[in-house]
């Protein structure tokens, strides 16, 4: 009688979302992105190189995604399954150039991450929350895209 009960509350918690399939390990790596940061009066940037490569390890449903700040370093753990996850919390990162301010400080709040898989893996990972700095305040986005991870 105990192999059925355990076997009938398995189907249970599953059918009822108790378990989730973990992220697809094809986040896992060291991403080299393009970096689209929008900062409202602050302004915005694009580039690649310094300040846009991403490094994501993944375990189970969580991935740890280092170097997501303006200057390349933080870190940020999103939790969901498959091919996308999910973040939220408040993470503030170190003072750092932005635009034509000598120094401001960004803090994301909220954030996506989705791969794509085809005949290259695609990455895209957008952040929001604010940034403040030479007196002033705005909302920010950054979105960082990569094919294909450094393995």
């Known amino acids: 009688m ?14 009822c ?3 989730s399939a973990p992220l697809s390990e094809a986040f896992a790596g060291t991403w ?8 409202g009066s602050l302004g915005s940037e694009q580039g690649e190189g310094a300040g846009t490569e991403l490094d994501i390890a993944v375990v189970g449903s ?5 170097k997501p700040c303006l200057d390349g370093t933080g870190a940020l753990t999103f939790t969901g399954s ?21 120094s401001v400080v960004v803090s994301y709040a909220t954030g996506t991450a989705s791969v ?6 695609g990455l895209t990972v957008t952040l929001k929350g604010n940034v403040s700095g030479c007196g002033q305040s705005s909302a920010l986005t950054a979105t960082f895209t990569g094919i294909t ?3």
């Open 2 to 15: 105990k192999p059925l009960l355990v076997g009938a509350v398995s189907v249970l918690l599953f059918a």
């Open 17 to 19: 979302g108790g378990s």
């Open 32 to 39: 080299m992105t393009n970096r689209d940061v929008s900062a």
């Open 62 to 66: 969580s991935a740890s995604v280092s």
């Open 82 to 102: 498959g091919d996308s996850a999910s973040y939220s919390g408040l993470e503030a990162c170190a003072p750092t150039a932005f635009g034509s301010c000598g």
């Open 116 to 121: 794509s898989l085809g005949p290259e893996i």
């Open 149 to 151: 991870p450094d393995l």
